[in-house]
């Protein structure tokens, strides 16, 4: 068997999708990461909330603060952060409308997953936004503070 034959024979058993795998991977912008059909970006700087929304909305077509959907994504974007040196990161959600009904920021819907660290959420001092934490918890945090932040593009 040739090594491309191989090749596409690998890409193919490590993912029930087949070739979308690999067609997804490639379309990630430059400087992106692929996970699970997705492409995320890491900041190299902090910014608000606010700002870190309208950076990810311009960085790339459908671009938004990444939305953690289970426990996969959560533990690979914890690797991804600890490996950058990243302590703490924005994430896409928030309970400003209505304390403690946490929505996603893209399209306001409950978030299903959640990986809150212990006595969190607290809403200490107006703390409305999320983000996630270098030893792998949620946090609820004042939106006028500065943190990385992630971008998603699905």
Known sequence: MSFAALFMLLIIAQTS???????????????WSWFSGHC???SKEKATIK????KCAYAVE?????????????????????????????MGASDISDEGKFLKLSNAKS?????????QPDDY??????????RGTWNDRNCVYK????????
């Not at 700002?51 to 309208?54: E, K």
């Not at 938004?64 to 289970?70: D, I, M, P, Q, S």
């Not at 943190?147 to 699905?154: G, K, L, M």
């Open 17 to 31: 999708q087949g070739l979308t795998w690999f067609n997804a991977h490639r379309r990630c912008p430059k400087g």
């Open 40 to 42: 995320y970006f890491f």
């Open 51 to 54: 700002d870190a929304i309208t």
């Open 62 to 90: 459908g671009g938004r603060l990444a939305e953690v959907g289970g426990p996969r994504e959560d533990k690979w974007l914890k690797l991804q952060i600890k490996i950058r040196g990243m302590n703490r990161v924005w």
């Open 111 to 119: 978030i299903k997953y959640t990986n809150w660290g212990k006595g």
């Open 125 to 134: 001092k107006t703390e409305d936004c999320v983000e996630l934490l270098d």
């Open 147 to 154: 943190d990385f932040f992630i971008c998603e593009q699905a």
